[in-house]
T-cell receptor
Framework: DVKVTQSSRYLVKRTGEKVFLECVQD?????MFWYRQDPGLGLRLIYF???????EKGDIPEGYSVSREKKERFSLILESASTNQTSMYLC????????????FGPGTRLTVT | DQQVKQNSPSLSVQEGRISILNCDYT??????FLWYKKYPAEGPTFLIS?????DKNEDGRFTVFLNKSAKHLSLHIVPSQPGDSAVYFC???????????FGGGTRVLVKP
């Protein structure tokens, strides 16, 4: 079974703090994704990566950056957290050339106060 | 501007009856359409997909219908079971961009 793990289930940070969200997958997948989920808006793509050290912007990259130093690990960084970044963050991966069947982690509920 | 929309935020259905979830899209360039299911405190899981060149795909109790002229797809669950209670997300994929665009989700409650 594919396993995607996220470093924290719940996180509370203060405005202006630098926040790291970590994601690890154990199936040697090339493709990894970061989404945020907000009520009524569904999942929105922040960044994705097709290979180590490679990254591409998704639909809402502002205020975020990412790092992929190893194939199994994809990190999301909030350089200076703001209250409008309070959300559920979901990481996903897939080994398929077409990324429609993605495997998701359980999510990190981030609250910025 | 949401390219994929689920206009019903919630749906309640009796166990054994049919659940019908609807999804509309605006971009005719999508190549695949998908449904994901999400339980609380878990990540979404892939449920079923359909290629844009087909109009129906069936997998057990789940059937997805695609009406390209109306830019509309639906998911039918027959018969509905209490374990189907979850949030369902419609999603679409353009092969060229290779990224998913999700709808806002529909929360389904199946009553015993």
């Amino acid at each position: 079974d594919v396993k995607v793990t996220q470093s924290s289930r719940y996180l509370v940070k203060r405005t202006g703090e630098k926040v790291f969200l970590e994601c690890v997958q154990d199936m040697d997948h090339e493709n990894m994704f970061w989404y945020r989920q907000d009520p009524g808006l569904g999942l929105r793509l922040i960044y994705f990566s097709y290979d180590v050290k490679m990254k591409e912007k998704g639909d809402i990259p502002e205020g975020y950056s990412v790092s992929r130093e190893k194939k199994e690990r994809f990190s999301l960084i909030l350089e200076s957290a703001s209250t409008n970044q309070t959300s559920m963050y979901l990481c996903a991966s897939t080994g398929l050339a077409l990324s429609y069947e993605q495997y998701f982690g359980p999510g990190t509920r981030l609250t910025v106060t | 501007d949401q390219q994929v929309k689920q206009n019903s935020p919630s749906l309640s259905v009796q166990e054994g009856r049919i659940s019908i979830l609807n999804c509309d899209y605006t971009n005719s360039m999508f190549d695949y359409f998908l449904w994901y299911k999400k339980y609380p405190a878990e990540g979404p899981t892939f449920l079923i997909s359909i290629s844009s060149i087909k109009d129906k795909n069936e997998d057990g109790r789940f059937t997805v219908f695609l009406n390209k002229s109306a830019k509309h797809l639906s998911l039918h669950i027959v018969p509905s079971q209490p374990g189907d209670s979850a949030v369902y997300f419609c999603a679409a994929l353009k092969a060229a961009g290779n990224k998913l665009t999700f709808g806002g989700g529909t929360r389904v409650l199946v009553k015993p």
